[in-house]
């Protein structure tokens, strides 16, 4: 049982050391500035919100290379969905079929 709690004991011992990288690495860029971290026994959960899942990606990389990082619970939510494709809703971008039947539908954008 003591080499059990031993154990235990030795996972949260660089918390506060980590806790400081991780702060300064968020610190360290703009787009992070709604990124929150906690930590506990090495493995460090974010959340918050950030514009583009690029950043929520690039949040994680960062942190997990944080000295004595064991692992990151990335829950970051996407503050914007940006639509590239297939974004006007069908009735918008297509007309009803016209009065020359189904051949008839044209777009209407």
């Known amino acids: 049982?003591?080499?059990v709690s031993f154990a235990v004991a030795q996972a949260g011992r660089y918390d506060p050391?980590?806790?400081q990288g991780v702060e300064k690495a968020l610190?360290?860029?703009p787009k992070?500035?709604?990124?929150h971290a906690t930590m506990e026994d090495s493995i460090v959960t974010l959340t918050g919100t950030v514009k583009l899942y690029?950043?929520?990606l690039d949040a994680q990389k960062k942190v997990r290379?944080?000295?004595?990082?064991?692992?990151v619970r990335n829950r970051?939510?996407?503050?914007?969905?940006?639509?590239?494709?297939?974004?006007?809703?069908?009735?918008s971008v297509y007309s009803t079929l016209g009065k020359g039947g189904p051949n008839d539908a044209r777009i209407v954008a």
Not at 32 to 35: H, Y
Not at 65 to 71: A, M, Y
Not at 76 to 91: D, G, N, S, T, W
């Open 76 to 91: 970051v939510e996407i503050k914007e969905v940006r639509c590239f494709l297939f974004c006007a809703p069908l009735p």
């Open 65 to 71: 290379r944080v000295k004595h990082v064991e692992g």
């Open 17 to 19: 050391e980590i806790q």
């Open 54 to 56: 690029r950043d929520k």
């Open 32 to 35: 992070f500035a709604d990124v």
């Open 1 to 3: 049982m003591g080499f």
């Open 27 to 29: 610190k360290s860029n």
